[in-house]
């Protein structure tokens, strides 16, 4: 007998990556490449990555940071979820977070528990641990107590005090400071975070002086001849003149002052004059509805004169050490600078289509005469970014809406101002500087590195296949990011939207969307003690955030979804016969994912599937690389998983989506294609 002839089984794998296109032809793309994503990134190491989620900060312990432990029990009396239970031999402490059966799961431990103790609800025995019993082994499980306990840490955390939103926001020594308008709106306050939440930073007091004939140095305490008044200076700001000719002028910064300095009097140290008052002092105040931009620069050397210079477009503009606010005069009539940047040992400012620059070195000095200068542009000028140089020269980017321009030299006697493009610009608060410079620009994101010779760069487009995402998002723009860790350009809208662009060796990976359930009005980013990158972000709500961290968007879940561009496998006139598809997954927690593809243009003649759920436990382990009982031994970082897929059509697109609060990201990196070729298309 004749044996059936059946159609060979065939494999077609799909590589991920390229990012989200939407305006090639189907035919002309990759098969890896997305058609539609949210809350999907680039991986610098290849294939989409589920975003990382974002979480309040304030100081205390971070949410995602949160442990738990689970403490088998005998109990001879009930204890409820939020109860506080203290062992009486090792005197540990934690907070009740779920109760199931024996299993009592506590977090916010503080000490360690040790079985066969008495547990003590208060001052009541209310049973005795059998066993510390650790973690979870089952991934789910796992997954939904960090969560829980991610969820009684952020009940802790609370909003920058005030009204409105968070308006300025910089990571500096360690520390975030947020500005916010106060709850009255009718001044703009300075919080710092501890470890105790957010705390009113005292901008102090100022007074002027002229006639400065001794120099006083900070921490002197000084007094007024005839008022008597007092204070510790904490800032010498010297403005012009000089003490060697008796001319010094500028102001005194104290945090506080006893009494009231009178006009005219003598300002006197240990008993001599120094200097005169010029007027009575005055509390240091910034009015609210300002948009802050912060840079960290340094004009002294060495990591102890690193300061954050700022402005925000309705006060004067500041210097802040952490401890002594500098409000910084630069003889405008109307002080109230939009943009900063510390560039060749100059401060620079921007107010409007003016661009200013301080004396070489001394930030508070704005006389010509001492090297302090103006740059008239042709536009309001949007953007101030420090761009590469050479050992001799420099250059700064100065972005107008429409036109780009670099500023050459090191200080007044050769600053020369270039226009490098007239027409393509930036817009306000999107320029930053990786491997290159990037802004979003109204024609997209632009790339802006230097040429092969040192003096000259050459633009190049990056968003050109998300234009619609762009165009309808343009003016929207309130904020950039880096993520120099992920090789990530990122700009975000007033609407919750973001893009995401990554960037490896001058190769751009891919630009995908995200949608944010909290809009950004700010950003920074950092660099923590230890190295690492971070960044926070500033909302509506009053809320500062952490950006990159825990599993979801500060508790709330993360939607995201994955379709790619449809499939021929190289033959658009051939019918195929799916079969199966395997989708390789890595990550490092329990995932769960939702897959569903479509057929044939997804055409309402072929019979499309539903959404199928599959699950899989990322959580491996490694020697050295983890903590005891806080592991699972069967763990696997990377797991294929087999999906069924049916149908016949000349083409199939496959998507990806998952919604949770509880799930670390996972990478998808690809996907192999069972199928059996048939007929070609009538």
Not at 127 to 145: K, M, P, Q, W
Not at 331 to 359: C, E, R, T
Not at 440 to 453: E, H, I, K, Y
Request: proline share 4%.
């Amino acid at each position: 007998m004749q044996q059936m002839q059946l159609p060979r089984v065939q494999y077609d794998l799909i590589s991920l990556g390229g990012g989200l296109d939407q305006v090639t032809p189907t035919l002309a793309l990759k098969p890896g490449v997305a058609r539609r994503a949210a809350n999907f990134e680039a991986s610098v190491n290849g294939g989409y990555t589920r975003i990382q989620g974002y979480e309040r900060f304030d100081g205390r312990p971070n949410p995602s940071e949160a442990t738990y432990t689970i403490l088998t029990c005998q109990l001879v009396q009930a204890v409820a979820v939020g109860d506080t239970l203290t062992g009486q031999t090792s005197g540990a402490t934690a907070i009740v977070m779920d109760i199931d059966g024996d299993n009592v799961v506590v977090t916010k431990e503080v000490g360690f528990f040790a079985s066969g103790e008495v547990l003590l609800d208060g001052a009541t025995p209310v049973g005795a641990i059998v066993e510390v019993a650790g973690v979870a082994a089952d991934g789910l499980t796992d997954a939904e107590y960090k969560a829980q306990a991610a969820d009684v840490r952020r009940a802790d955390i609370t909003v920058v005090p005030g009204e409105g939103p968070v308006r300025g926001v910089v990571y500096y020594q360690g520390n975030v400071y947020a500005w916010r308008n106060d709850a009255a709106n009718v001044k703009a306050e300075l919080y710092e975070s501890s470890s105790n939440g957010w705390t009113l930073v005292p901008l102090g007091v100022e007074l002027k002086f002229n006639q400065g004939e001794k120099e006083i140095f900070d921490g002197d305490t000084v007094t007024g001849q005839n008022s008597g008044a007092t204070g510790v200076v904490k800032r010498v700001v010297l403005e012009s003149g000089s003490w060697g000719n008796n001319n010094a002028q500028g102001r005194l910064i104290f945090a506080t002052v006893t009494g009231t300095f009178t006009v005219g009097e003598q300002i006197r140290v240990s008993n001599q004059k120094y200097a005169s008052v010029v007027a009575a002092q005055t509390a240091i105040t910034m009015l609210p509805n300002g948009r802050f931009e912060m840079v960290v620069g340094n004009f002294g050397g060495g990591p102890g004169n690193t300061k954050v210079y700022g402005c925000d477009g309705v006060n004067r503009g500041f210097e802040f050490d952490g401890e002594v606010f500098v409000p910084i005069n630069t003889g405008m009539v109307l002080d109230k600078p939009n943009h900063v940047a510390v560039h060749k040992q100059h401060l620079f400012l921007s107010f409007g289509s003016s661009l200013q620059f301080s004396a070489i070195a001394e930030p508070y000095q704005w006389t010509p005469l001492l090297g302090a200068g103006e740059l008239a542009m042709n536009d309001i000028i949007t953007n101030l970014l420090l761009l590469p140089g050479d050992q001799s020269s420099g250059a700064l980017g100065v972005f107008t809406r429409n036109d780009t321009n670099i500023l050459y030299g090191t200080s007044s006697s050769d600053f020369q101002l270039v226009t490098l493009s007239s027409g393509t610009g930036a817009i306000a608060y999107t320029a930053q500087m990786m491997d290159a410079a990037y802004v979003l620009d109204d024609r997209g994101v632009l790339s802006m590195s230097a040429a092969q010779n040192f003096g000259n760069f050459d633009t190049a487009s990056l968003t050109l296949n998300i234009r619609p995402y762009i165009q309808f998002r343009r003016n929207l723009a309130t904020a950039s990011l880096l993520n120099r860790e992920k090789a990530q350009y990122r700009v975000f809208f007033s609407d919750g939207a973001a893009v995401y662009i990554t960037i490896a060796n001058g190769q751009m990976l891919g630009a995908m969307p995200v949608q944010f359930d909290n809009p950004v009005t700010c950003a920074f980013e950092g660099e923590t003690p230890d190295g690492s990158s971070t960044a926070f972000f500033g909302s509506t709500n009053g809320f500062v955030y952490r950006l990159d961290a825990g599993t979801s968007f500060d508790g709330a879940p993360i939607s995201a979804n994955l379709s790619l561009v449809f499939n021929s496998i190289k033959s658009p006139r051939i019918r195929k016969r799916y079969r199966k598809a395997s989708i390789e997954l890595t990550g490092d927690s329990y995932a769960e994912i939702q897959v569903a593809y479509d057929l044939g243009y997804r055409s309402a003649d072929v019979a499309q599937p539903g959404n199928t759920a599959y699950e899989a436990d990322l959580r491996g382990s490694f020697w050295d690389g983890m903590q005891w009982d806080n592991f699972v031994f069967d763990g696997n970082e990377l797991s294929p998983s087999e999906v069924e897929v049916e149908g016949t059509a000349e083409n199939i697109a496959i998507s990806i989506s998952a919604t949770s609060d509880l799930f670390r990201p996972f990478t998808v990196n690809s996907i192999l294609l069972h199928y059996s070729l048939r007929r070609g298309l009538r």
